[in-house]
């Protein structure tokens, strides 16, 4: 049983290049979940997704784009990278009811 | 003000308790949270509790929820160097909905020999 599962696992982009980062959970869960994790900033939730072909914003959604084609995946897109997101990137995934995340390991962007 | 409050650093000696304080806002929260971050890693769930608890304990983890005081705190027993780790306090959103949890900025946990 692997959980979550996020690719790659490092990146560097240059700024302006564009990238997807992969999220896949293997739970059945309907929630799925992106956050970043600055220094001194916590986790802030960028987009989530409710069930398969839904998705919505979160509280630093700017520069992101996301889809949730199958209900297993869920990915996220930048399409021009900037500085600013220089970050590591969390996928999460839940059932509804009790709402406990589950984490994948994380990827860790540079944008230089 | 912040949703979720922990002070961000914690020391103490190997074998001693540690308790890791976190204030939170909403008094709605259904659920309340401790997840524990190694380095390089993802979030892990410790332990929850309901909001109609005051007390949960789990072998070594003993969780106190306080709901008049928005208070939720950790206790950790015989604290040991596996027990190093960025430790996070998590509420359920605002308004109940689905975009997950609101988490606050983590209080890194350090443990002196």
């Known amino acids: 049983n692997a959980g979550v599962t996020q690719t790659p696992k490092f990146r560097v982009l240059k700024t302006g290049q564009s990238m997807t980062l992969l999220c896949a959970q293997d739970m059945n869960h309907e929630y799925m979940y992106w956050y970043r994790q600055d220094p001194g900033m916590g986790l802030r939730l960028i987009h989530y997704?409710?069930?398969?072909?839904?998705?919505a914003k979160g509280e630093v959604p700017d520069g992101y784009n996301v889809s949730r084609l199958k209900k297993q995946n869920f990915l996220l897109g930048l399409e021009s990278a900037a500085p600013s997101q220089t970050s590591v990137y969390f996928c999460?995934?839940?059932?509804?009811?009790?709402?406990?995340?589950?984490f994948g390991s994380g990827t860790q962007l540079s944008v230089l | 003000g912040e949703d979720v409050e922990q002070s961000l650093f914690l020391s103490v000696r190997e074998g001693d308790s540690s308790v890791i304080n976190c204030t939170y806002t909403d008094s709605s929260s259904t659920y309340l949270y401790w997840y524990k971050q190694e380095p390089g890693a993802g979030l892990q769930l410790l332990t929850y509790?309901?909001?109609?608890?005051d007390m949960k304990q789990d072998q070594r983890l003993t969780v106190l929820l306080n709901k008049k005081d928005k208070h939720l705190s950790l206790r950790i027993a015989d604290t040991q160097t596996g027990d190093s780790a960025i430790y996070f306090c998590?509420?359920?959103?605002?308004?109940?909905?689905?975009?997950?949890?609101?988490f606050g900025k983590g209080t890194h946990l350090i443990i002196q020999p």
């Open positions: 999460a995934s839940s059932y509804y009811v009790e709402r406990k995340l589950f």
């Open positions: 509790i309901f909001s109609n608890m």
């Open positions: 997704s409710v069930g398969e072909g839904t998705t």
């Open positions: 998590a509420e359920t959103s605002r308004g109940g909905g689905a975009d997950g949890l609101t």
